[in-house]
């Protein structure tokens, strides 16, 4: 497929330390953390791709005030978990804005500049400003990475689509505490034609940038 990439954004969904590390909420469900790691890596290269052409970066994170007035009941009080939404943790509060867990992790923490949008949902267009950012900068495709695949990526996706979005998921950018709703995840997306978007390894990603954007910003022209 075809893609201007001056209209691109790379979209970075929730890698932190309360789904990547012991003892954040990923684990407070019984998750084994460890799964996510393998989505670090390819996401730094696609991501210091990005940087170096200039191409509008987006991070997101899912968390809660600290009065917990955007947390529906129903999601604090769902499951069985070890520690709920708003309790302490080694990480300080579980899912709370401003507590340590609920930042980025450091491999790839957000540089001055880079828009961070914190979310109350697994959607990251549900009660944030990101459809007026993607408007703002005239982008109309998005690169999207992160975790979980079925659950925050696949929801952003689903969202994004449906606003006329064309979105490329980074397959091995993404991860799941669950292997096989990895693979699903990715398979719901791109089937049927590419029915919420289309799915590609980071290398064809990189590749692909390598040749079209540098290739634009050599030719003069910027975001
Ligand atoms: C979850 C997410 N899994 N970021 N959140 O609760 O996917």
Redesign the pocket.
């Known amino acids: 497929m075809e893609l201007d990439w001056l209209a691109t954004a790379l979209v970075i969904?929730?890698m932190q330390r309360d789904?990547m590390e012991p003892g954040g909420f990923g684990e407070t469900l019984g998750n084994d953390v460890s799964q996510l790691a393998r989505a670090v890596k390819p996401i730094g290269t696609v991501l210091a791709a990005a940087r170096d052409a200039g191409m509008l970066v987006i991070h997101t994170r899912?968390g809660h005030l600290p009065d917990l007035s955007d947390a529906p009941p129903a999601k604090v009080a769902r499951g069985a978990p070890s520690r709920r939404i708003g309790d302490p943790g080694p990480m300080g509060r579980i899912l709370i804005r401003g507590e340590a867990g609920h930042d980025i992790i450091p491999e790839l923490y957000p540089m001055a500049g880079e828009i961070v949008i914190d979310k109350p949902g697994?959607g990251a267009f549900y009660a944030t400003g990101l459809g007026d950012v993607l408007e703002k900068y005239g982008i109309e495709n998005l690169l999207v990475c992160g975790?979980?695949t079925e659950?925050?990526v696949n929801t952003t996706v689903r969202e994004a689509n449906d606003r006329g979005y064309r979105c490329i998921v980074i397959a091995d950018g993404c991860a799941s505490y669950f292997p096989e709703f990895h693979e699903m995840g990715l398979k719901m997306i791109k089937a049927q034609g590419g029915i919420f978007g289309w799915v590609a390894d980071s290398a064809a990603i990189l590749e692909a940038m390598t040749t079209e954007t540098f290739g634009k910003r050599a030719a003069g022209a910027s975001r």
Do not use: L
Request: charged share 35%.
């Open positions: 969904i929730d789904f899912e697994k975790v979980t659950v925050c």
